[in-house]
DNA sequence: AATGCGTTCAACCGCTGTAGC
DNA sequence: TGCTACAGCGGTTGAACGCAT
Protein backbone atom coordinates (compact mmCIF):
# COMPACT_ATOMS: atom_id res chain seq x y z
CA UNK A 1 0.00 0.00 0.00
CA UNK A 2 1.68 3.41 -0.57
CA UNK A 3 0.56 6.38 -0.43
CA UNK A 4 -2.12 8.04 -2.20
CA UNK A 5 -0.99 10.55 -4.92
CA UNK A 6 -0.90 14.13 -4.12
CA UNK A 7 -3.00 14.79 -7.50
CA UNK A 8 -4.33 13.08 -10.45
CA UNK A 9 -1.52 12.45 -12.25
CA UNK A 10 -3.48 11.79 -15.97
CA UNK A 11 -5.16 15.41 -15.74
CA UNK A 12 -2.36 17.22 -14.76
CA UNK A 13 -0.01 19.51 -16.81
CA UNK A 14 3.84 18.59 -16.70
CA UNK A 15 7.02 20.22 -17.96
CA UNK A 16 7.68 23.95 -18.52
CA UNK A 17 5.34 26.66 -17.18
CA UNK A 18 4.11 29.07 -19.93
CA UNK A 19 3.91 32.32 -19.47
CA UNK A 20 0.14 32.48 -18.82
CA UNK A 21 0.36 29.95 -16.14
CA UNK A 22 2.74 32.11 -14.38
CA UNK A 23 1.07 35.34 -14.60
CA UNK A 24 -2.19 33.32 -13.15
CA UNK A 25 -0.37 31.96 -9.89
CA UNK A 26 1.57 34.73 -9.77
CA UNK A 27 -1.61 37.43 -9.59
CA UNK A 28 -3.83 34.86 -7.26
CA UNK A 29 -0.51 34.50 -4.84
CA UNK A 30 -0.53 38.10 -4.82
CA UNK A 31 -3.95 38.97 -3.86
CA UNK A 32 -4.66 35.37 -1.84
CA UNK A 33 -1.59 34.23 -0.52
CA UNK A 34 -0.67 30.81 -0.96
CA UNK A 35 -3.73 30.20 1.46
CA UNK A 36 -1.26 27.53 3.08
CA UNK A 37 -2.35 24.70 0.77
CA UNK A 38 -0.68 24.33 -2.20
CA UNK A 39 -2.65 21.14 -2.89
CA UNK A 40 -6.19 22.96 -3.33
CA UNK A 41 -4.08 26.21 -4.42
CA UNK A 42 -4.42 24.87 -8.71
CA UNK A 43 -7.84 23.96 -8.36
CA UNK A 44 -8.76 27.64 -6.67
CA UNK A 45 -7.25 29.10 -9.77
CA UNK A 46 -8.37 26.61 -12.84
CA UNK A 47 -4.44 25.22 -13.32
CA UNK A 48 -3.83 22.06 -14.33
CA UNK A 49 -1.11 21.41 -12.47
CA UNK A 50 0.08 19.80 -9.52
CA UNK A 51 0.07 21.70 -5.71
CA UNK A 52 3.91 20.50 -5.72
CA UNK A 53 4.51 21.56 -8.79
CA UNK A 54 3.30 25.35 -8.24
CA UNK A 55 4.81 25.41 -5.12
CA UNK A 56 8.24 24.80 -6.85
CA UNK A 57 7.63 27.35 -9.84
CA UNK A 58 6.12 30.33 -6.82
CA UNK A 59 9.34 29.62 -4.74
CA UNK A 60 12.03 28.90 -7.57
CA UNK A 61 11.15 31.74 -10.14
CA UNK A 62 7.90 33.88 -9.18
CA UNK A 63 8.34 34.51 -5.93
CA UNK A 64 9.63 38.44 -5.21
CA UNK A 65 13.04 39.55 -4.51
CA UNK A 66 14.72 36.37 -6.34
CA UNK A 67 17.92 36.18 -8.10
CA UNK A 68 18.78 34.25 -10.91
CA UNK A 69 22.78 33.59 -12.34
CA UNK A 70 25.53 35.76 -11.72
CA UNK A 71 26.71 34.52 -8.59
CA UNK A 72 29.34 36.60 -6.70
CA UNK A 73 32.81 35.98 -5.56
CA UNK A 74 31.36 36.98 -2.44
CA UNK A 75 27.97 34.24 -2.71
CA UNK A 76 30.78 31.39 -3.69
CA UNK A 77 32.73 31.65 -1.17
CA UNK A 78 29.64 31.41 1.69
CA UNK A 79 28.35 28.70 -0.58
CA UNK A 80 31.63 26.67 -0.22
CA UNK A 81 31.77 27.46 3.38
CA UNK A 82 28.88 26.19 4.23
CA UNK A 83 28.99 23.08 1.89
CA UNK A 84 32.13 21.82 3.66
CA UNK A 85 30.37 22.51 6.67
CA UNK A 86 27.01 21.02 6.33
CA UNK A 87 26.92 19.27 3.33
CA UNK A 88 24.30 19.35 1.03
CA UNK A 89 21.88 21.30 2.84
CA UNK A 90 20.41 23.28 0.20
CA UNK A 91 18.06 24.72 2.22
CA UNK A 92 19.70 25.99 4.86
CA UNK A 93 22.93 27.70 2.35
CA UNK A 94 20.11 29.31 0.90
CA UNK A 95 18.72 30.92 4.07
CA UNK A 96 22.15 32.59 4.17
CA UNK A 97 21.84 34.00 0.83
CA UNK A 98 18.97 36.21 0.40
CA UNK A 99 17.23 35.94 -2.86
CA UNK A 100 18.90 32.62 -3.84
CA UNK A 101 16.60 29.38 -3.74
CA UNK A 102 17.90 26.23 -2.46
CA UNK A 103 17.45 24.54 -6.40
CA UNK A 104 19.25 27.70 -7.70
CA UNK A 105 22.35 27.11 -5.38
CA UNK A 106 21.96 23.28 -5.83
CA UNK A 107 22.38 23.83 -9.43
CA UNK A 108 25.05 26.38 -9.22
CA UNK A 109 26.71 24.08 -7.13
CA UNK A 110 26.62 21.02 -9.05
CA UNK A 111 27.45 22.60 -12.39
CA UNK A 112 29.68 24.98 -11.79
CA UNK A 113 31.28 25.58 -8.69
CA UNK A 114 32.05 21.68 -8.11
CA UNK A 115 34.10 21.97 -10.87
CA UNK A 116 35.79 25.44 -10.75
CA UNK A 117 36.98 24.13 -7.09
CA UNK A 118 38.27 20.88 -8.37
CA UNK A 119 39.69 22.60 -11.27
CA UNK A 120 41.30 24.90 -9.13
CA UNK A 121 42.67 22.03 -6.26
CA UNK A 122 44.23 20.21 -9.50
CA UNK A 123 46.34 23.78 -10.64
CA UNK A 124 47.17 23.80 -6.33
CA UNK A 125 48.34 20.70 -5.94
CA UNK A 126 50.19 20.76 -9.57
CA UNK A 127 48.58 17.32 -10.06
CA UNK A 128 49.96 15.62 -7.31
CA UNK A 129 49.35 12.78 -5.72
CA UNK A 130 48.76 13.40 -2.54
CA UNK A 131 46.43 10.90 -1.21
CA UNK A 132 47.09 7.19 -0.50
CA UNK A 133 43.79 6.62 -2.82
CA UNK A 134 44.34 4.03 -5.72
CA UNK A 135 44.99 6.34 -9.00
CA UNK A 136 41.92 5.38 -10.74
CA UNK A 137 39.78 7.53 -8.25
CA UNK A 138 41.97 10.55 -8.81
CA UNK A 139 41.45 9.80 -12.52
CA UNK A 140 37.53 10.52 -12.08
CA UNK A 141 37.19 13.05 -9.68
CA UNK A 142 33.95 13.95 -10.48
CA UNK A 143 32.50 10.37 -9.81
CA UNK A 144 34.65 10.37 -6.39
CA UNK A 145 33.11 13.65 -5.23
CA UNK A 146 29.39 12.19 -6.16
CA UNK A 147 30.07 9.47 -3.86
CA UNK A 148 31.80 10.87 -1.25
CA UNK A 149 30.22 14.09 -1.10
CA UNK A 150 30.46 17.23 0.22
CA UNK A 151 33.52 17.27 -1.81
CA UNK A 152 36.60 18.56 -0.06
CA UNK A 153 37.41 22.05 -1.53
CA UNK A 154 40.89 21.49 -0.71
CA UNK A 155 43.12 24.58 -0.21
CA UNK A 156 40.74 26.66 -2.41
CA UNK A 157 37.57 27.16 -0.49
CA UNK A 158 38.37 28.73 2.28
CA UNK A 159 36.63 27.25 4.96
CA UNK A 160 36.24 30.60 6.92
CA UNK A 161 35.24 29.09 10.16
CA UNK A 162 35.52 30.92 13.60
CA UNK A 163 38.51 29.44 14.18
CA UNK A 164 38.88 31.47 17.55
CA UNK A 165 36.64 28.47 18.54
CA UNK A 166 38.06 25.46 17.40
CA UNK A 167 40.99 23.55 18.94
CA UNK A 168 43.82 23.50 18.20
CA UNK A 169 45.19 20.10 16.55
CA UNK A 170 48.76 19.38 14.88
CA UNK A 171 49.37 15.92 13.66
CA UNK A 172 52.75 14.67 12.62
CA UNK A 173 50.97 12.69 10.05
CA UNK A 174 49.39 15.49 7.98
CA UNK A 175 49.99 15.87 4.35
CA UNK A 176 48.10 18.57 2.83
CA UNK A 177 44.70 16.41 3.76
CA UNK A 178 44.69 19.08 7.09
CA UNK A 179 41.24 20.66 5.15
CA UNK A 180 39.88 17.82 4.93
CA UNK A 181 40.57 17.49 8.86
CA UNK A 182 39.23 20.72 9.88
CA UNK A 183 36.35 20.16 7.75
CA UNK A 184 34.98 17.06 9.26
CA UNK A 185 35.75 18.77 12.44
CA UNK A 186 33.98 22.00 12.11
CA UNK A 187 30.95 19.43 11.11
CA UNK A 188 31.22 18.70 14.53
CA UNK A 189 31.99 21.51 16.69
CA UNK A 190 29.96 24.06 15.03
CA UNK A 191 27.38 22.64 12.89
CA UNK A 192 25.47 20.04 14.45
CA UNK A 193 24.16 23.30 16.39
CA UNK A 194 21.83 23.54 14.19
CA UNK A 195 19.89 20.44 13.69
CA UNK A 196 17.17 21.46 15.88
CA UNK A 197 16.04 18.00 17.05
CA UNK A 198 18.57 14.97 18.10
CA UNK A 199 17.28 12.96 15.09
CA UNK A 200 18.17 15.43 12.91
CA UNK A 201 21.61 15.70 14.66
CA UNK A 202 22.18 11.73 14.67
CA UNK A 203 20.71 11.32 11.10
CA UNK A 204 23.06 14.68 10.20
CA UNK A 205 26.42 12.29 11.78
CA UNK A 206 25.16 9.40 10.47
CA UNK A 207 25.18 10.43 6.85
CA UNK A 208 28.64 12.35 7.14
CA UNK A 209 29.70 8.65 8.53
CA UNK A 210 28.69 7.47 5.21
CA UNK A 211 29.86 10.34 3.19
CA UNK A 212 33.69 10.46 4.45
CA UNK A 213 34.80 7.15 3.08
CA UNK A 214 37.85 9.03 1.15
CA UNK A 215 37.83 11.57 3.94
CA UNK A 216 38.43 8.58 7.07
CA UNK A 217 40.89 7.04 4.36
CA UNK A 218 43.22 10.37 5.08
CA UNK A 219 41.90 11.08 8.54
CA UNK A 220 43.58 7.71 9.60
CA UNK A 221 46.83 7.03 7.91
CA UNK A 222 47.77 5.46 11.08
CA UNK A 223 44.99 2.55 11.17
CA UNK A 224 42.62 1.83 8.15
CA UNK A 225 41.56 -0.45 10.71
CA UNK A 226 39.74 2.34 12.18
CA UNK A 227 38.17 3.80 9.14
CA UNK A 228 36.99 0.85 7.94
CA UNK A 229 34.74 0.30 11.33
CA UNK A 230 33.65 3.43 11.68
CA UNK A 231 32.42 3.64 7.79
CA UNK A 232 31.09 0.21 7.69
CA UNK A 233 28.63 1.39 10.18
CA UNK A 234 29.03 0.38 12.86
CA UNK A 235 26.17 1.51 15.38
CA UNK A 236 28.32 3.83 18.33
CA UNK A 237 30.72 6.39 16.96
CA UNK A 238 30.10 8.73 14.76
CA UNK A 239 33.81 10.21 15.15
CA UNK A 240 36.82 11.15 16.60
CA UNK A 241 38.39 14.14 16.56
CA UNK A 242 41.68 15.08 15.22
CA UNK A 243 43.10 15.27 18.79
CA UNK A 244 43.19 11.82 19.24
CA UNK A 245 45.49 11.42 16.95
CA UNK A 246 47.88 14.37 17.65
CA UNK A 247 47.73 14.14 21.51
CA UNK A 248 45.10 12.44 23.57
CA UNK A 249 41.13 11.65 23.15
CA UNK A 250 39.82 15.21 24.24
CA UNK A 251 36.63 14.18 21.96
CA UNK A 252 34.61 11.70 21.28
CA UNK A 253 31.18 12.32 19.56
CA UNK A 254 28.67 9.75 18.93
CA UNK A 255 25.22 8.97 18.18
CA UNK A 256 22.72 9.76 20.94
CA UNK A 257 21.59 7.89 23.41
CA UNK A 258 24.84 5.74 24.21
CA UNK A 259 26.21 5.00 27.14
CA UNK A 260 29.94 5.97 27.32
CA UNK A 261 32.50 4.04 29.80
CA UNK A 262 35.63 5.61 29.85
CA UNK A 263 39.11 5.42 31.72
CA UNK A 264 42.68 6.08 31.66
CA UNK A 265 45.95 4.87 32.67
CA UNK A 266 45.32 8.12 35.53
CA UNK A 267 43.07 5.64 37.06
CA UNK A 268 40.01 8.04 36.04
CA UNK A 269 36.79 6.84 34.66
CA UNK A 270 33.55 7.42 34.25
CA UNK A 271 30.46 7.24 32.12
CA UNK A 272 27.99 9.94 30.37
CA UNK A 273 25.19 9.70 27.82
CA UNK A 274 26.16 11.49 24.65
CA UNK A 275 23.17 13.32 24.55
CA UNK A 276 23.70 15.13 27.41
CA UNK A 277 27.20 16.10 26.44
CA UNK A 278 27.51 17.08 22.77
CA UNK A 279 31.47 17.42 23.55
CA UNK A 280 32.00 14.99 26.35
CA UNK A 281 34.48 16.42 28.61
CA UNK A 282 36.00 14.18 31.06
CA UNK A 283 38.82 12.80 29.35
CA UNK A 284 42.10 14.48 29.56
CA UNK A 285 45.04 13.66 27.37
CA UNK A 286 46.60 10.60 28.47
CA UNK A 287 49.28 8.64 26.91
CA UNK A 288 47.02 5.83 27.02
CA UNK A 289 43.28 6.11 27.19
CA UNK A 290 40.29 4.18 26.28
CA UNK A 291 36.51 4.61 25.61
CA UNK A 292 34.13 1.92 24.99
CA UNK A 293 30.39 2.68 23.83
CA UNK A 294 27.90 -0.37 23.15
CA UNK A 295 29.32 -3.22 21.13
CA UNK A 296 33.19 -1.45 20.56
CA UNK A 297 36.36 -0.39 22.10
CA UNK A 298 38.25 2.71 21.38
CA UNK A 299 41.41 3.24 22.76
CA UNK A 300 44.51 5.12 22.20
CA UNK A 301 47.90 4.35 23.45
CA UNK A 302 51.13 5.38 21.81
CA UNK A 303 49.98 7.48 19.64
CA UNK A 304 48.19 4.85 18.06
CA UNK A 305 44.04 4.18 18.07
CA UNK A 306 42.61 1.23 18.31
CA UNK A 307 39.46 -0.23 18.03
CA UNK A 308 37.42 -3.39 18.38
CA UNK A 309 34.78 -5.61 19.28
CA UNK A 310 34.14 -5.98 23.48
C1' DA B 1 24.54 22.85 -42.61
C1' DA B 2 24.45 18.69 -39.95
C1' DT B 3 25.74 16.17 -36.17
C1' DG B 4 27.44 15.00 -31.69
C1' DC B 5 28.60 16.15 -27.25
C1' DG B 6 28.75 18.75 -23.01
C1' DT B 7 26.50 22.11 -20.03
C1' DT B 8 22.81 24.40 -17.78
C1' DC B 9 18.80 24.72 -15.16
C1' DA B 10 13.73 24.23 -14.65
C1' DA B 11 11.00 20.81 -13.21
C1' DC B 12 9.89 16.34 -11.46
C1' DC B 13 10.17 12.39 -8.19
C1' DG B 14 10.22 10.16 -4.08
C1' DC B 15 11.25 10.37 0.53
C1' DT B 16 10.98 12.38 5.32
C1' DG B 17 9.15 15.25 8.93
C1' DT B 18 5.28 17.00 11.08
C1' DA B 19 0.72 18.84 12.17
C1' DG B 20 -3.84 17.62 12.86
C1' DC B 21 -7.23 14.43 13.89
C1' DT C 1 -0.78 6.07 19.55
C1' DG C 2 -1.48 5.55 14.87
C1' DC C 3 -3.00 7.35 10.62
C1' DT C 4 -3.40 10.72 6.98
C1' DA C 5 -2.31 14.61 4.32
C1' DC C 6 0.61 18.06 3.33
C1' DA C 7 5.03 20.81 3.15
C1' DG C 8 9.60 20.67 2.43
C1' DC C 9 13.81 18.78 0.91
C1' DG C 10 17.56 16.74 -1.89
C1' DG C 11 18.57 13.92 -5.82
C1' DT C 12 17.70 13.22 -10.54
C1' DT C 13 16.01 13.98 -15.17
C1' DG C 14 15.56 15.82 -19.62
C1' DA C 15 14.80 19.73 -22.80
C1' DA C 16 17.15 23.57 -24.53
C1' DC C 17 21.15 25.56 -25.72
C1' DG C 18 26.03 26.37 -27.17
C1' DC C 19 30.13 24.87 -29.04
C1' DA C 20 33.29 21.90 -31.64
C1' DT C 21 33.97 19.03 -35.43
Redesign the pocket.
Known sequence: ????P?CD?AN??????SPEE?TKLKSFIDQHG????????PHKIGLK?????C???W???LRPNLK??GFSEEEDDTICRLYSR??????????QLPGR????I???W???LK?KLLGKQRKDHGGQNHSRRPPKQHMQPLIES?QN?PAPPISTCSPNPPESTLPSYTTPETNGQDSIKRLLINHHHHDVSLM??S??QS?FRTECLSSFSAELDDMFPCNHAIKQELFDGYDCFYGVNEAAVAGGITELLAIPDQSINWNNDDGDGGSFMTNSVMYPPPMAASATSSYQASMHQFSYQAGQIHLGML
Open positions: MGRACKVKKGPWDTGGNWIALRCGKSRLRLNYHGIGSRWSLIAATDNDKNYNTRKEPSTAQS
